[in-house]
Structure formats: C-alpha cells, structure tokens
C-alpha cells in the first residue's frame, strides 16, 4: 500500500519541483484578481504528468473524479502564493484509496477478511488509513513569488498568461510567454486552460 500513495506523493514532487522563488520589477497591487482562490488537478492529468504507471487505472478507476485541490493567493503586496489544500486533497484521497480497496476486495473471489488479513489488516478502514497516513500533502508549495496582472494577463517570473475574470471566476487560459527553466510555478502552464474559483 505505501507503493500506491508513493504515486501521487512522488507526482506532488515533481509539480512542485518545478518551482524556485524569483522577483519581478512590477507587482499585482491593487489588481482585480487580489484575494484567495482554489483550482483542481485531477489525480490522472498528476500521475500521467509524472510519467508513472497508475495501479489505480489498472483496476479501471477513473482518476479525473478525484483531484488535488490547489490554493492560490494574489496578496496586495502584490506577491502570489500557490500550495496544495491539503485538508480537500486529503478527502479527495481518501475516497479514491476507499474506491481502490474495494475494487481489489471485489475483484479477489477470495472472502473479505481472508485478502484483508493476506494484505496485513483487520479491516478496509484499517487499510485506508494506512495509505493516508503515508500521504502527507501538507508541504508543498506556499513560497512567495511577485506577480504582475495587468489588461487580463497574469506575469510571474518571465511568464505570461492570458487570462478571463468573470465575477469569482478566474480561467487562466493560454501561454503568452513561457517560463524559464526553473520558473515559479511553471507546472501551472502545462495544465492550462485552469479554472480558479475565488473563496475570499
């Protein structure tokens, strides 16, 4: 079981990996999109990212229903964080893992206990508590970074995205200008268009 959640741990990693903490000479004070927002991933555009095979797809589980949700936060000061929401990942996780015993238990022909006992628990919430306690989503992202917005485009470091603010939703939609190797937060462009719901 620690093998399956080392997946999408080792998936975090590479998203974030992409990440160093630059500034820019112009900042987002004062802009439209100051405030707290929330974007998902799916888990299968995260493992198919990262290169790695997925148990999960192998036992026919569709990964696009569950999601890691991330927090952005345009500052005043006009920096930008971007972090995982590890308490909504958290959830997200443990109903795919849920999912992913089931399908092994249904799948076995074997009775309940007996493949529950062969895997080293006493029960399936035994078994999805393990895998969570070996995921800990807590620790990536959250640096700062300076940003720029300004006529709908989004700049971090040398990157530039057009965006579309519609009330409390911001969709980043395309590459202007790509980042750098080793940008802020350069994962970002590789899962445009992103939809950001504003929560504050």
């Known amino acids: 079981m620690k093998k399956i959640t080392s997946i999408l741990i080792t998936a975090l990693l590479i998203l974030f990996s992409l990440t160093s903490f630059i500034s820019c000479a112009k900042n987002g004070e004062g802009t439209p999109i100051t405030g707290k927002w929330q974007a998902e991933i799916s888990f299968k555009d995260l493992i198919s990212d990262s290169g790695g095979a997925s148990p999960f797809e192998a036992q026919l589980i569709d990964l696009s229903e569950y999601a890691v949700t991330l927090n952005f936060e345009f500052k005043d000061s006009g920096s930008m964080t971007v972090g995982v929401n590890s308490a ?4 997200s996780a443990k109903a795919l893992f849920e999912e992913y015993v089931d399908r092994i ?7 309940e206990d007996e493949v529950l006992s062969s895997m080293g628990y006493d029960s399936k919430e035994e078994a999805v508590r393990d895998m969570l306690k070996n995921t800990d989503f807590s620790s990536f992202g959250g640096e700062s970074v300076k940003y720029t ?3 709908g485009v989004l700049g971090y470091g040398s990157a530039k995205i057009k965006t579309t603010l519609d009330g409390d939703t911001l969709t980043l939609e395309e590459v202007l200008s790509e980042s750098e190797k080793d940008a802020p937060y350069a994962f970002i462009e590789y899962h445009l268009p992103m939809e950001l719901t504003k929560k504050q």
Request: proline share 7%; hydrophobic share 30%.
């Open 88 to 91: 909504a990942t958290e959830e």
């Open 105 to 111: 238990l249904s799948e076995s022909g074997a009775p």
């Open 149 to 151: 917005f300004e006529n």
